[in-house]
Nanobody, 122 residues
């Protein structure tokens, strides 16, 4: 079965940077969709960035464009999210998720999730 394990979260001052990682295992497709979502208590989970493995096709939420970069290491089945110029409003639990196709960025469309990693910006 698919397992996703996030790491790299922590506390950082506004303007700082963090790099999140998501180690994936058990995925049988040669190409698939991977994404980062985030959620704060009391709010819906929102898409942050999406990438189709094996391609350069990406999508970013308007709120993170120009500051966050999603990337992948196909050889290691690892997804990354480089977060620069962090703001207090980026504080959230960050999750990685995967599905076969990137047709939808709705959280409900993704069936495989990691446990999340907390990012706190002060």
């Amino acid at each position: 079965h698919v397992q996703l394990v996030e790491s790299g979260g922590g506390s950082v001052q506004a303007g700082g940077s963090l790099r999140l990682s998501c180690a994936a295992s058990g995925i049988t497709y040669s190409r698939y969709c991977m994404a980062w979502f985030r959620q704060v208590p009391g709010k819906e989970r929102e898409g942050v960035a999406v990438i189709r493995t094996g391609s350069t096709s990406t999508w970013y939420a308007d709120s993170v464009k120009g500051r966050f970069t999603i990337s992948q290491d196909n050889a290691k089945n690892t997804l990354f999210l480089q977060m620069n110029s962090l703001k207090a409003e980026d504080t959230a639990m960050y999750y990685c998720a995967t599905r076969r196709y990137c047709a939808s960025i709705s959280p409900a469309a993704f069936g495989n999730w990691g446990q999340g990693t907390q990012v706190t910006v002060s």
